[in-house]
T-cell receptor, first 115, second 114 residues
Framework: GAGVSQSPSNKVTEKGKDVELRCDPI?????LYWYRQSLGQGLEFLIY????????KSGLPSDRFSAERTGGSVSTLTIQRTQQEDSAVYLC?????????????FGEGSRLTVL | GNSVTQMEGPVTLSEEAFLTINCTYT??????LFWYVQYPGEGLQLLLK???ADDKGSNKGFEATYRKETTSFHLEKGSVQVSDSAVYFC?????????????WGLGTSLAVNP
């Protein structure tokens, strides 16, 4: 598609279950980002992929969170043993490259609710 | 450290009213500044940006001027429309490094009534 695509758009899960969130970036964009947006909070950086470089995982809040990007395109964010505080909107964004333009293209997000 | 503070919402205006959403920042070096907008049911999208002091970003009738002396990047529009109803985010990119370190404000919700 023309934009960043995320799935699922909504996910309700029980505490302790694992979840996977998917992001399909804009074709040709080498940089991919995951952010988390909690109620009343700004966007929290989670992880960044740039081409074949090692990802910047400095924003991941705990070792229950992991992400991978296969073939330089689609990315999956995995949250293991979900907790209620993981409830948030998870946003994926892509950009053309690692340049300091700040122009990120966002998906509509995946809303995660942990009961 | 780097931070962004923007005015709390929600902001409610009548159509054709003047809009100001305040944004101030703290940063080391020479950051770039951005406004992103999130329309209902859509992803965030870049509205405008400014990369150095005194630059003015503009788009869709919105403007913001990078004021280093007041560390501000206030968003303005002379005459808002119902279609401008959205959440607006101010963001900062530090002067060094790439844009993975965007620092975000909390967002300001704007509702424009006909």
């Amino acid at each position: 598609g023309a934009g960043v695509s995320q799935s699922p758009s909504n996910k309700v899960t029980e505490k302790g279950k694992d979840v996977e969130l998917r992001c399909d970036p804009i074709s040709g964009h080498t940089a991919l980002y995951w952010y988390r947006q909690s109620l009343g909070q700004g966007l929290e950086f989670l992880i960044y992929f740039q081409g074949n470089s090692a990802p910047d995982k400095s924003g991941l809040p705990s070792d229950r969170f992991s992400a991978e990007r296969t073939g330089g395109s689609v990315s999956t964010l995995t949250i293991q043993r979900t907790q209620q505080e993981d409830s948030a909107v998870y946003l994926c964004a892509s950009s053309l490259g690692a340049v300091n333009t700040g122009e990120l293209f966002f998906g509509e997000g995946s809303r995660l609710t942990v009961l | 450290g780097n931070s962004v503070t923007q005015m709390e919402g929600p902001v409610t205006l009548s159509e054709e009213a003047f809009l100001t959403i305040n944004c101030t920042y703290t940063a080391t070096g020479y950051p770039s500044l951005f406004w992103y907008v999130q329309y209902p049911g859509e992803g965030l999208q870049l509205l405008l940006k400014a990369t150095k002091a005194d630059d003015k970003g503009s788009n869709k009738g919105f403007e913001a001027t990078y004021r280093k002396e007041t560390t501000s990047f206030h968003l303005e529009k002379g005459s808002v429309q119902v279609s401008d109803s959205a959440v607006y985010f101010c963001a900062l990119s530090p002067g060094a490094g790439n844009n993975r370190k965007l620092i975000w404000g909390l967002g300001t919700s704007l509702a424009v009534n006909p």
